[in-house]
């Protein structure tokens, strides 16, 4: 039972429980067996397990007597789980096995933190687990909470562990809740060589940690130990002065290194080995051995060695050599000074002439010619050497050369003397050969079954082509590895042969021979795709090369005429190579230069190659952060720091002289003490440091200039200097890490501004790539996919590391462009896109978005996935979190359906002609990340669109004529879907050859229809009214509202023809009705034009997502002309309303106030229509690519051609209403007008009122309708628009009384209106006489 302590805790933690998991649902427990089950319950719901047993085992043995349980919430780095889980509801009952992903798991024996495992206090093991022999152990249980790792002390629990590297536990109930057991796979336990060879493995919790053996050390020490990044042996002797101390040799050995004493030397204490603390010192031979030098002598003792000097009287038995025990001072014939011989390492003696002691030293056919110290061999002429690699010695003597000599070459090994001669003879030498097929990553791989099966088939070939030859025959074959351009295979051939040579021309009969065999396997061979190889030094030096230097490669053998030179198998470039002679010069040298430098000379029908491989040093990168400060010259102390990258180091220089610094791992820092007065300018330099040779080059050295002020500042900081308000910076990054940092001066001190800080390991892929073999790709892979796991949330949450993230996996597709990948590569691949891409880099795929300076990184981010799907090989499929991958062989049709989570996305390819590869990848992240413009030029800042679904990459190796996707609905809120794809030309979304498939009412899907194959995905925009019954009630809106319109302006247009002659009889009531006849001719037109291009842009009626830009460009026109006209006939009766109340005794004539009003009515209208389609049709932004047939707003602003001078009218008339009104109110009804004119002013003064407020309100509505989805906008806009006409007809003609009363005449109404018209007649005396009256 628990302690009462622990029930305190137990109440307490299950109350916060409560709070946590009030809205969380279950999870049930995945228990798995093959035979007896068992049933019991978890909070109600009912789960089975069963009972796993062996045949034949006891049934008391738990180790076979367990349930499995294989919960995948129970893993340790399942941190803050939504799903809160308690094993205190779980009927416990026998022993257990725990499992993640069908792997053995265990109970982790150390703290786990909390809110992990699925859980709140997360339970572990407090104790070692036993071993075999150990049997059942108990072990005492802590649950980790409110930082106390056995904050609870649960019931103790039995542990077991099983032959096979498992445990089994009894697991109790923890007696809270909530609580849970965790489970941790072992890796190191599970595959001991997860490390790789020479490491140590440490299982941590939720992973495992690699170490290196001393001695050893990662092959890139900048990423993290693997299987693909391997420890290597540390050559601790290339700093052998400081292992061995003087006077000692160092001899490096695997993970470690021995020291020895060099002749004539010897530690002082024999009981310690050599080493700088036990050094090596000199040895007196003369006094350990007096007689060294044999009698008659005197013994000298030096420095490593001795010398010996026979006494006068005697000289050296033989005088050419040197005088020892073994060549003793004799008695000399004649007095003489006495001779010094000395003795190794003195001064060389008189030469021995090896060639007059033994005459036959050469063998026959030989000369011998003596050198100082030595003797060389060489043959006669018409003889060579019997094994012409090896030195001319009695042992490789010269015989007769029947045919003209002709060069074979070994690599088997370095020329060597002593050798004796093999019956029968073997030469040995290496060859190549181009396969006319694209390089396969897979054969980077020797253990690869592509690899093996291809070097099996060609060393077949090999044995069975020489095996033709009668005089040689196969001794052995290996391929050594293949190489890009198009694929290289490198072999070494070692054949037997009857004679002592192998020449040219029995070469090229077997690899005649050796062509068609290779073509019988499948493998055809380049035309000239042959040639014989040897590895050879091309450049005279052994140092380093660094950028910019010289470098000059040349032939050792350039004894034939014709020579081509190769760079990693292309021709070099003319810009940065020259040629001269056998001497191929690269005038700067570079990092991207590394590679293969091959010289090839035709010998014949075969090229002999010789090549080096080079390799170019990485160029330093050296940061200081701003060249300039500013400091108060106040005597502080300021803080210099200067980065570098890995394998260089620097120091500060001031004046000349090295700065004391401290040195840190990547960088150095100087303390520098500012004087208190006097001060002045200084120059500090950051320099290379040990590189002499290199500070000639700019990229050597970086300054920071320290000046001194006495003004006033508001930010201080004494590493980034002192600044004023909104003065910027530069400043370093942490360390770890390349770039900078941008500081901006604020009144709260510098504030960072813009983070380009990139973790190292980062930067040093990225530079790796610029020179990256084709054949390392794999390697390279898998190390940048390891790099973005371990640094995840680095990596998410910087917008810097992302963009060079994406420019190394860009730099990966282009070269492959020529070269095709099996599945190891892709994995990594999409496991790396599958991190940038997760929900947690939205915002900074959201800020890379939005900055015109990335350089498009998202789009590139989509060409790289485009590109390296297109250069797969075999079948293979990859599931990641948000990627799915699948190729495969297709025939007649295809049906496949995303497994994603929360994804049913489906792609169907009904017919298929032939058998092809199709590979299909479906990302579901990439929503976070493409832009949405789907026009040029589109800014993604105002684009109201988004990506809705997946996005799918589709590649098929022949042409697919039909194609259909159903997408997935992600935001249900948003309508108008467009099925899009990716143009790289147009850098937009393109609808060319898709189209929407609307499926009745499913609202939660989009079906597209395409004819070709590329990035899909769907498009939708949020100001969209999408729901079918909005939809259908504005339709009917509309074409109600408009037909009525129409009918109302026809109507006005008759009345107009009925009643012209009476109501015109005055120039202003003319002009009115000139103007109420225009605006209703406008009107009309353009209502027509607004019908005609509904039905072009109904996505209901024509299935279109995207406007037809030639079929809606003259409607556009015409309406943008039509409604510009009926604005500015408006504008008209204003200008009239207003000139005869303000210029009342003014007198223009009818003709001019027609030509002015025609003017202003259609040539303003006509000028800002055609300047428009002129300034926008060219880059075809006139028209708006979606919902209508209208202006373009979003990439011309088109629509403002419209809308400005709309409501410049609207604006303008208001203001002549007001004018008039106060006019007329001022001076009273009747002065100074005609009772006529004064009626007309009446009618203009309401028709301006009223008819103005309600067009500019129409199309205040109709911008609404563009930013806003709410249903109410659009209905009144409808409403406005539609019934335009009606109002024209109601308050232009109708509400006329004497447009009515001439109607009404005119259609001999007179019962009806005689008393109407004498009372009309009355007043219209009255008004005549007043004027009259007035007049006079």
């Not at 210029?1143 to 040539?1163: D, E, K, N, P």
Request: some cysteine; glycine content about 6%.
């Amino acid at each position: 039972m628990a302690s009462e302590e622990t029930r305190t805790k137990s109440k307490y933690l299950s109350g916060v429980i409560i709070l946590l998991t009030f809205a969380c649902g279950l999870e049930t427990h995945n228990f798995r067996h093959p035979g007896k089950t068992l049933q019991y319950r978890h909070k109600g719901r009912v789960h089975h397990s069963v009972i796993k047993r062996s045949a034949g085992t006891p049934a008391f043995d738990p180790c076979y007597n367990y349930t499995e349980l294989d919960n995948a919430w129970r893993a340790t780095n399942n941190r803050l789980s939504s799903q809160l889980m308690c094993d205190g509801n779980v009927s416990w009952a026998g022993w257990y096995r725990l499992l993640l992903n069908n792997q053995s798991a265990q109970i982790p024996d150390t703290c786990v933190p909390e809110q992990s495992c699925g859980t709140n206090s997360t339970l572990w093991l407090n104790g070692q687990h036993p071993t075999v022999d150990d049997g059942v152990v108990t072990r005492p249980v802590c649950g980790n909470w409110m930082n106390d790792c056995c904050y609870f002390k649960t019931p103790s629990i039995q542990v077991k562990a099983c032959p096979g590297n498992y445990y089994v536990y009894e697991f109790k109930d923890p007696m809270s809740c909530s609580l849970a057991y965790c489970a941790d796979v072992d890796e190191c336990q599970m595959n001991p060589s997860v490390c790789g060879p020479n490491s140590n493995c440490t299982n941590v919790n939720g992973g495992f940690n690699c170490s290196c053996w001393a001695g050893f050390t990662a092959s890139f020490p900048n990423l993290t130990i693997s299987i693909n990044n391997t420890c290597t042996d540390i050559n601790e002797c290339l700093d052998s002065s400081s292992l061995c101390g003087p006077n000692a040799s160092c001899h490096n050995s695997i993970g470690s290194f021995s020291c020895s004493c060099l002749s004539g030397y010897n530690v002082m204490n024999m009981n310690e080995s050599v080493s700088n603390s036990n050094p090596c010192s000199d040895v007196d031979e003369c006094q350990v051995n007096p007689s060294v030098c044999g009698p008659n002598s005197n013994c000298t003792n030096v420095n490593g060695g001795f010398n010996c000097s026979c006494w006068a009287g005697f000289t050296a038995s033989f005088p050419n050599l040197t005088i020892s025990i073994n060549n003793t001072c004799t008695v000399y014939s004649t007095l003489s000074p006495p001779q010094t011989v000395y003795s190794t390492p003195s001064p060389p003696q008189t030469d021995v002439n090896e060639c007059q002691v033994n005459p036959s030293v050469c063998g026959p056919n030989s000369n011998c010619t003596n050198v100082n110290g030595s003797y060389y061999c060489s043959c006669l002429a018409g003889f060579t050497a019997s094994f012409p690699n090896l030195t001319i010695s009695i042992n490789n003597t010269c015989t007769v050369n029947s045919t003209p000599s002709q060069p074979v070459y070994s690599t088997l090994s370095p020329p060597q003397t002593g050798y004796s001669i093999v019956t029968p003879p073997q030469i040995g030498f290496e060859m190549s050969m181009t396969i006319d097929k694209p390089f396969d990553t897979s054969l980077s791989n020797p253990d690869d079954k592509n690899y093996k099966d291809y070097a099996q088939k060609i060393m077949d070939a090999v044995e069975e082509s020489f095996q033709s030859l009668s005089i040689s025959k196969v001794a052995s074959v290996y391929v050594t590895g293949f190489r890009p351009g198009s694929t290289i295979v490198d072999c070494r051939i070692t054949v037997t042969t009857a004679t002592n040579s192998l020449d040219f021309s029995l070469i090229a009969i077997a690899i005649a021979k050796l062509s068609n065999i290779l073509l019988s396997k499948g493998i055809p061979v380049a035309p000239n795709g042959f040639a014989l190889t040897e590895q050879k030094p091309l450049i005279s030096t052994s140092d380093k090369i660094y950028p910019q230097q010289k470098l000059e490669l040349k032939c050792p053998q350039s004894v034939y005429l014709a020579i081509t030179w190769k760079v990693n198998e292309k021709g070099p470039d003319s810009t940065k190579y020259t040629i001269v002679g056998d001497t191929l010069t690269l005038n700067s040298a570079a990092y991207s230069d590394n590679g293969r430098y091959s010289c090839i000379m035709q010998t014949g029908p075969i090229p002999y190659i010789q090549w080096q491989d080079i390799s170019i040093e990485q160029e330093p990168s050296i940061s200081v952060g701003d060249n300039n400060r500013v400091f108060p010259c106040d005597g502080r102390t300021v803080k210099l720091t200067c980065h570098i990258n890995a394998g260089y180091s620097v120091e500060w220089v001031l004046n000349g002289k090295v700065q004391t610094s401290d040195i840190g791992s990547d960088s150095i820092t100087v303390n520098h003490i500012l004087p208190k007065q006097d001060c002045k300018d200084e120059i500090f330099t950051c320099r290379l440091k040990g590189l002499p040779q290199l500070l000639v080059y700019s990229y050597s050295t970086r300054n920071i200039t320290v000046k001194t002020s006495t003004e006033d500042f508001t930010c201080k900081d004494d590493t980034l200097g002192f600044g004023k308000i909104n003065s910027m910076t530069k400043g370093l990054c942490e360390n770890g890490k390349e770039g900078s940092i941008t500081y901006t001066c604020k009144l709260n001190g510098w504030t960072i501004e813009q983070d380009d800080c990139v973790l190292k390991v980062f930067k040093y892929l990225e530079s790796k790539v610029q020179s990256l073999v084709i054949q390392d790709i794999p390697e390279f892979m898998a190390n940048l996919s390891s790099a973005v796991d371990q640094n995840n949330a680095n990596v998410t949450q910087s917008a810097a590391t992302v963009k060079t993230i994406v420019e190394i996996l860009s730099n990966i597709s282009d070269l492959s462009k020529n070269i095709t990948h099996n599945k190891p590569v892709m994995e990594s691949f999409l496991n790396t896109v599958d991190v940038i891409v997760s929900d947690n880099s939205s915002k900074t795929w959201e800020n890379l978005n939005n900055k015109n300076t990335t350089g498009n990184t998202s789009v590139k981010l989509l060409q790289s996935i485009e590109n390296i799907s297109d250069r797969l090989s075999d079948e293979f499929a990859i599931n990641l979190s948000s990627i799915q991958l699948n190729r495969n062989t297709i025939k007649n049709s295809f049906n496949q359906t995303s497994q994603l989570p929360n994804s049913t996305t489906q792609i169907v390819i009904p017919n298929i002609s032939e058998t092809t590869f199709i590979t299909v990848i479906f990302l579901s992240k990439l929503n976070n990340v493409l832009p949405t413009r789907n026009t040029p030029n589109n800014d993604n800042r105002t684009s109201q669109n988004r990506i809705n679904g997946d996005v799918v990459v589709v590649k098929v190796n022949k042409t697919i004529n039909n194609i259909t996707f159903a997408f997935d609905i992600a935001d249900t809120s948003l309508g108008n879907p467009q099925c899009v794809f990716w143009n790289f030309d147009l850098d937009r979304w393109d609808t060319t050859g898709c189209k929407v498939k609307i499926l009745g009412n499913k609202t939660d899907k989009v079906t597209c229809e395409c004819d070709h194959t590329t990035s899909f995905s769907i498009l939708m925009s949020p100001f969209t009214i999408k729901d079918p019954v909005e939809s259908t009630a504005l339709a009917y809106i509309t074409y109600i509202g408009v037909a009525i319109s129409l009918a109302s302006l026809i109507l006005c247009l008759i009345i107009e023809m009925i009643v012209w002659k009476s109501v015109t009889r005055n120039d202003t009531s003319y002009i009115r009705h000139v103007s109420i006849v225009n605006i209703a001719v406008s009107l009309v037109i353009a209502n027509i034009c607004f019908i005609i291009g509904a039905a072009i842009s109904n996505p209901y009626a024509k299935l279109e997502q995207m406007i037809p830009v030639a079929r809606c460009s003259p409607v556009v026109f015409f309406m943008h002309f039509f409604y510009l006209s009926l604005f500015f006939w408006m504008l008209i009766s204003a200008l009239l309303l207003l000139y005869r109340t303000v210029m009342v005794l003014s007198q223009m004539s009818r003709t001019i106030m027609m030509v002015i009003a025609f003017t202003v009515g259609y040539c303003a209208p006509l000028l800002i229509a055609v300047i428009t389609v002129a300034s926008t049709a060219g880059a075809e932004n006139y028209v708006s690519k979606e919902n209508a047939c209208w202006l373009n707003w979003n990439e011309s602003k088109a629509l403002l051609a419209f809308v400005i001078p709309a409501l410049a009218v609207v604006a303008f008339n208001i203001l002549v209403v007001i004018v008039v009104l106060f006019k007329m109110l001022r001076r009273g009804a009747g002065a100074t007008t005609q009772p006529d004119e004064r009626h007309v002013l009446v009618v203009i003064v309401r028709c301006v009122a009223i008819l103005t407020p309600i067009f500019g309100l129409t199309w205040g509505f109709g911008i609404g309708t563009m930013v806003s989805p709410d249903f109410g906008i659009h209905v009144v806009f409808a409403i406005l628009n539609s019934f335009q006409g009606f109002f024209v007809l109601v308050f232009g003609v109708i509400l006329d009384n004497k447009v009515c009363e001439s109607l009404l005449k005119t259609l001999s109404l007179n019962n009806l209106s005689s008393t109407r018209t004498k009372s009309t007649s009355a007043a219209t005396s009255s008004g005549q006489q007043g004027v009259s009256q007035g007049r006079r």
